[in-house]
Every structure is written in C-alpha cells, then in structure tokens.
T-cell receptor, first 115, second 113 residues
Framework: DGGITQSPKYLFRKEGQNVTLSCEQN?????MYWYRQDPGQGLRLIYY???????QKGDIAEGYSVSREKKESFPLTVTSAQKNPTAFYLC??????????????FGSGTRLTVV | DQQVKQNSPSLSVQEGRISILNCDYT??????FLWYKKYPAEGPTFLIS?????DKNEDGRFTVFLNKSAKHLSLHIVPSQPGDSAVYFC????????????FGKGTKLSVKP
C-alpha cells in the first residue's frame, strides 16, 4: 500500500541535542511538507519542498533544518537552537508541486519530547 | 495575524443530531477550501473540499458550504455519530497562500451517545 511513513512514533531528546525525524513516501509525490502541531495552535508549517534538492522555509523554520536528496525522503532535523521543540510533528506530501482540492496526504506523526 | 480562524475550540452534540463546524478566512484570493479530521496521535485525514467556484459540496453525511462574500465556510455532519468525535481542521489554499495549505486551529467535536 502506498503511503507516508514517519519514524519514530515517539522520540525523546535531551537538552542541547539534535535529533532527526524521518519521513518517507512511496506515493511518487513531488512536494513534501513538515508541520508542527501544538495544543490549541493548529498546524504550523516548518519547511516544504516542491522538488528534489530544493526546499523553502515555512512560518516557523527557526531551529529546524531539512534536506531533500531523494524524491521519497524529506528528513527534518530539530537542532539545539529550537527553544521549544516538544510537539507533535507531521509530514505530508502531494502529487504535483502544490495542493489542490485533494489536499495533502499526511503521515501518522512523531511525538517529540525534550527530557 | 491569523488568516484562517476556527473560533470554537470545542463542540458537543448528541448522536443523531447535526454538527456544524465553522471557519472564517481573511484573504479572498484563496481558491480551495478543505476539511480534515484528526484523531489523537494520528495524522489528519482528508474529509471533504470545495473550490471557490462552488457554494456547496456534499459527500454522504458531510456537506461543506462556502460563502465567499462573508469569507466563511462550514462543515455540516448529519446525522452525527460517536465515531465522528475528533478534531476538525479547516484548511485553505491557492493564490493567497503561496502554494501551501493554511490551517485553522481546529475544533474538537464530541458526539455523545
């Protein structure tokens, strides 16, 4: 079955550490996105990539980095510069370079907790 | 400033009755409007959408209404079922969003048996 796989489902990070969240899709989608969900805040865009080897900052990119070396993969690194990283992280993808009426396909998310 | 507003953080309805979830947006350039449903610790799933050329779209128990002059959309669920209990996000996209979807903060729907 085609879909988006995020791993791990739960991740614990110590203060000052960088961690990388994995996002892989086998839908042959062109564009991929990272969102962050906090309670009462909805979904906020961190980074997006509409094509391999290219990505753009979203609304809350500070403290995060991404790469898009392969069409199927869009990993997100949460760096020590991110002051409040505890959140639920969602990866999404679409065919084409921008959403239409069909919107995104989302992964099942990664819960990151700073300990 | 929020471009997409869901002013009701929560909504509680009785099973079998109608659920109405509302969403307001600020930019008349948006071309399409979507509703997503999300259970805890899961990714959102696409529910229904409508483009700016229509004012109503229906899919089974779910109907989305778009009022462009008021910059308002709503999702009607009839009849509501306990399995509909989830957080519902509205999202908008198109020329007014640089090619991305902009999400509201969500409304938590509870359908009581």
């Amino acid at each position: 079955d085609g879909g988006i796989t995020q791993s791990p489902k739960y991740l614990f990070r110590k203060e000052g550490q960088n961690v990388t969240l994995s996002c892989e899709q086998n839908l042959n989608h062109d564009a991929m996105y990272w969102y962050r969900q906090d309670p009462g805040q909805g979904l906020r865009l961190i980074y997006y990539s509409q094509i391999v080897n290219d990505f753009q900052k979203g609304d809350i990119a500070e403290g995060y980095s991404v790469s898009r070396e392969k069409k199927e993969s869009f990993p997100l690194t949460v760096t020590s510069a991110q002051k409040n990283p505890t959140a639920f992280y969602l990866c999404a993808s679409i065919a084409g370079d921008r959403p239409t009426n069909y919107g995104y396909t989302f992964g099942s998310g990664t819960r990151l907790t700073v300990v | 400033d929020q471009q997409v507003k869901q002013n009701s953080p929560s909504l509680s309805v009785q099973e079998g009755r109608i659920s109405i979830l509302n969403c307001d947006y600020t930019n008349s350039m948006f071309d399409y409007f979507l509703w997503y449903k999300k259970y805890p610790a899961e990714g959102p799933t696409f529910l229904i959408s409508i483009s700016s050329i229509k004012d109503k779209n229906e899919d089974g128990r779910f109907t989305v209404f778009l009022n462009k002059s008021a910059k308002h959309l709503s999702l009607h669920i009839v009849p509501s079922q306990p399995g509909d209990s989830a957080v519902y996000f509205c999202a908008v996209g198109g020329r007014g969003s640089q090619g991305n979807l902009i999400f509201g903060k969500g409304t938590k729907l509870s359908v009581k048996p």
